[in-house]
């Protein structure tokens, strides 16, 4: 405790805090810009932390860290385009939330979820992070191949109205990943001979077209038929009663605290990220939620659950990079690679050896959530304005931003096209009814299932292991479980044959 209080005084230096303080500004901005996502902007941000001291360059990334995870339930409630691909399924319930006249309540809802799922997910990481780091190496290929399935399974709760197009929108995700190298021996798949599609289609160009680009000719096309402006009216009233924000999230104490536990665990295995957390954080309150018919309406389990995840899986991902010098995504290994430029290697000894350091990123870590929710209160209003620009106006700035998010990616006109592409796909599944986001969870998991799969057949041959290995058969048999879930869910809600005719 007395080594925690001494680098929190450390970091509360005022260069140190301004430091911290200017990362986190950066990480939101980063966070907020579709396409511009928080591993960039923690790049772009590295080269000034070199002439810092270590505790300093740290303090600054861990802002930028825990800013851009805020960051990107902006656009993703006020534009219903997620900012960053940990803030997928904030969009699910916070954008038709603020459709509903509500943008306050919904950006507040998720802003001070991600604090308190941030700070719960901060405990383990100063008493407990060599022991859930340890536990997390357990996991072999098997373990994760089944990890992955599990979360596979939340198609059967994202299917909406049709358990058959919400499969059909998954396997089309899968298929996505298939083209580029196979990840054993780099045979090309589906390239058609362009160098561009060796490395694969780009994730973020994929996910911004098919959320972006389809929502965007949705409201266009209901202006060109005469509908209302899909902008909220000049009128609505964007304060929001904060005390009555946070009662609303501490009424549901197990939503918060289970969602903030996925977080953490996800956060701690190795290269699964955020939006795996997000999204399995979703579905779980969907499926302990006494009324799941209402999720995908504006309600405000969804929104809590997807951030109080997305802030503790930075909790998780710190715990692993600390412990044991092993990055739990890309932004921590750009950390991990700051900690080496800096003289220090990070491992088991690094809390005794580097003490001064490590208890300091403790502290930034808790400080940088406040930080973040000063900075919101201070600018929110500013991004609020952002949805009452008229419709007309707004819908080809978004898609100027979005081109322009997808090249700034690899600085390539390709991407910008990928973008296009998907888009196109995208607004044509809606208009014939298939669900979007069983193609993005398609998308984000096919690499991680296909790569673990092939390692543990090469491991062992034995398919049996992935049900006798205690951790992945359990995984496995909580999959079935979760399908079997989701279905009775869909029949509860299904009206009954005669209550349908009685609506007709």
């Known amino acids: 405790m007395e080594a925690f209080l001494s680098s929190t005084l450390a970091v509360l230096d005022p260069q140190t805090f301004l430091y911290m303080a200017l990362g986190v500004v950066a990480g939101l901005l980063g966070g907020a810009i579709p396409g511009v996502t928080i591993t960039m902007t923690i790049i772009l941000v590295l080269p000034f932390t070199f002439g810092m001291t270590p505790l300093q360059g740290l303090a600054t990334m861990v802002g930028v860290y825990v800013g851009g995870e805020s960051g990107g339930l902006i656009t993703a409630t006020l534009l219903g385009i997620p900012g960053t691909p940990s803030a997928i399924a904030t969009t699910f319930e916070g954008f038709p939330m603020a459709r509903k006249g509500e943008a306050g309540r919904a950006v507040w809802l998720g802003i001070w979820a991600s604090l308190l799922g941030g700070l719960l997910a901060g405990f383990p990481l100063v008493v407990g992070a060599i022991q859930l780091a340890a536990l997390a190496i357990k996991f072999g290929p098997w373990e994760y191949f089944s990890l992955f399935v599990l979360t596979l399974t939340i198609v059967a709760s994202l299917a909406e109205q049709s358990l058959l197009k919400g499969l059909l929108s998954g396997v089309f995700g899968l298929l996505v990943t298939a083209v580029g190298g196979d990840p054993l021996m780099g045979v090309a798949r589906f390239t058609f001979g362009t160098d561009f599609l060796l490395a694969g289609f780009p994730f973020l160009p994929v996910l911004i077209g098919i959320f972006a680009f389809s929502q965007l000719m949705k409201d266009v096309e209901s202006m060109g038929g005469g509908g209302k402006d899909a902008t909220i009216g000049k009128d609505v009233d964007l304060r929001v009663n904060h005390l009555k924000v946070i009662g609303e999230i501490l009424r549901q104490p197990f939503n918060l605290i289970w969602s903030t536990l996925i977080g ?184 991680q299932l296909e790569v673990n799969y092939i390692r543990a057949i090469m491991t062992d041959a034995d398919p049996w292991l992935f049900l006798t290995r205690p951790i992945s058969g359990a995984l496995l048999v909580l999959s079935v479980v979760s399908v079997i879930v989701s279905l009775w869910q869909r029949r509860r809600r299904a009206p009954a044959p005669a209550e349908a005719e009685a609506e007709m």
């Open 264 to 447: 953490l665990w996800i956060g701690i295995l190795p290269a699964v990220g955020g939006s795996a957390a997000n999204i399995m954080a979703y579905d779980q309150a969907k499926k302990f939620s006494k009324h799941p018919e209402k999720f995908g309406t504006g309600i405000s389990d969804g929104v809590i659950a997807a951030e109080a995840s997305n802030n503790a899986n930075i909790g998780g991902s710190l715990i692993t990079m600390m412990a044991f010098g092993i990055p739990g995504d890309a932004v921590t290994a750009v950390m991990l690679g700051a900690l080496i430029i800096h003289g220090i290697q990070p491992g088991p000894l690094f809390v005794t050896t580097h003490t001064q350091v490590a208890y300091g990123m403790f502290a930034a870590y808790f400080l940088a959530h406040f930080v973040t929710v000063l900075v919101e209160w201070a600018l929110l209003r500013y991004f609020l304005r952002v949805i009452l620009i008229p419709q007309a106006v707004l819908t080809p700035i978004i898609l100027v931003l979005c081109a322009i998010g997808s090249y700034a990616l690899n600085n390539i006109i390709e991407n910008v096209w990928t973008f296009y592409f998907f888009g196109i796909i995208g607004y044509l599944m809606v208009k014939f009814g298939f669900p979007l986001a069983p193609i993005i969870l398609g998308v984000v998991l096919g690499d």
